[in-house]
């Protein structure tokens, strides 16, 4: 569900492709009162360059966002010119020198967990990795739940860090949503929108599924960390196992984000707040 260790059945995976196959397919329909400003501004370059992209994250409404968290595709955002590094770039050029941008980068299992030199989840795409070895990024130190960040705010998103409940208070998505930041969805997974987890531990619910899990660090070896349940959810939804997409959907059809080409996907932009708002309330009405 967006971070965290993955788990998932191989069944549930056929399931969240077609899903996410069918949203993109029908996005455009979906949403008709935003499709002609689409089509308008849609890249017609068959490689994508770096001022098209920043141009386009800037009327989309990136340049007013003071930290800017990232969720995407490469596949889907099209053919770049320089690839992800230069994707990086133009979000850098949108936000200017007073934004921060802010990415998940979790850590592969295939290795014990060092914060500077694990690569980032597989699950997490190839922006991730690229952006975790950008020479400016920083990051936090913690094996289920690593962030980076580059820009003014990097240091105040990122420290410190509770050990437990690593998506609850004090965390680095508590602050983030506090800190007045906006979420950027570049063509990724519907189920992906990480800040979720937060509304997870400020949604008031009669039963929430805890679990402790295991993992190996380069320096001190084993480390047992409890949180709330990031992979399977924190409790029944009788509408399945993936809520997160819902969520995501019944929020982009209140009209709550700004809707716009960025490159060859079609991109949402949302502030946190409102988008946790509205988890925590329909966590509440739906588990």
């Known amino acids: 569900m967006g971070s965290g260790r993955i788990?998932?059945?191989?069944?549930?995976?056929?399931?969240?492709?077609?899903?996410?196959?069918?949203?993109?397919?029908?996005?455009?329909?979906?949403?008709?009162?935003?499709?002609?400003?689409?089509?308008?501004?849609?890249?017609?370059?068959?490689?994508?360059?770096?001022?098209?992209?920043?141009?386009?994250l800037k009327h989309l409404g990136v340049h007013s966002c003071p930290i800017l968290m990232v969720h995407a595709s490469m596949r889907k955002t099209g053919p770049i010119e320089g690839g992800a590094n230069v994707l990086i770039e133009a979000i850098l050029d949108a936000i200017g020198s007073e934004g921060t941008m802010l990415m998940p980068l979790g850590a592969t299992e295939k290795q014990p967990f060092n914060a500077l030199t694990t690569p980032a989840h597989e699950d997490m795409g190839i922006l991730a990795e690229v952006f975790r070895q950008h020479p400016k990024v920083q990051v936090n130190d913690h094996a289920a739940s690593r962030f980076?960040?580059?820009?003014?705010?990097?240091?105040?998103?990122?420290?410190?860090?509770?050990?437990?409940?690593?998506?609850?208070?004090?965390?680095?998505?508590?602050?983030?949503?506090?800190?007045?930041?906006?979420?950027?969805?570049?063509?990724?997974?519907?189920?992906?929108?990480?800040?979720?987890?937060?509304?997870?531990?400020?949604?008031?619910?009669?039963?929430?599924?805890?679990?402790?899990?295991?993992?190996?660090?380069?320096?001190?070896?084993?480390?047992?960390?409890e949180s709330l349940d990031d992979c399977e959810g924190i409790a029944y939804w009788a509408g399945g196992d993936d809520y997160f997409s819902q969520i995501l959907i019944d929020f982009l059809d209140k009209g709550k984000a700004q809707v716009g080409p960025i490159g060859n996907c079609t991109a949402e932009l949302f502030a946190a707040q409102s988008f946790v708002d509205f988890a925590v309330e329909w966590m509440e009405a739906n588990l």
């Not at 602050?175 to 008031?204: N, P, Q």
Request: charged share 20%; net charge positive; proline share 5%.
């Open 148 to 225: 980076g960040a580059i820009g003014p705010q990097s240091t105040a998103l990122l420290e410190p860090m509770p050990l437990h409940n690593y998506h609850g208070h004090g965390s680095v998505l508590s602050r983030f949503t506090e800190m007045g930041g906006s979420v950027l969805r570049l063509g990724a997974d519907i189920d992906t929108v990480t800040v979720t987890h937060w509304a997870e531990y400020l949604a008031k619910l009669p039963y929430k599924r805890l679990v402790r899990r295991r993992y190996m660090r380069a320096d001190i070896g084993e480390q047992w960390i």
């Open 7 to 56: 788990a998932v059945l191989p069944l549930r995976c056929l399931v969240h492709a077609i899903g996410s196959a069918v949203h993109d397919l029908l996005y455009p329909y979906h949403y008709p009162h935003i499709r002609a400003s689409i089509y308008l501004y849609q890249s017609r370059e068959s490689v994508i360059r770096r001022h098209t992209l920043a141009q386009q």
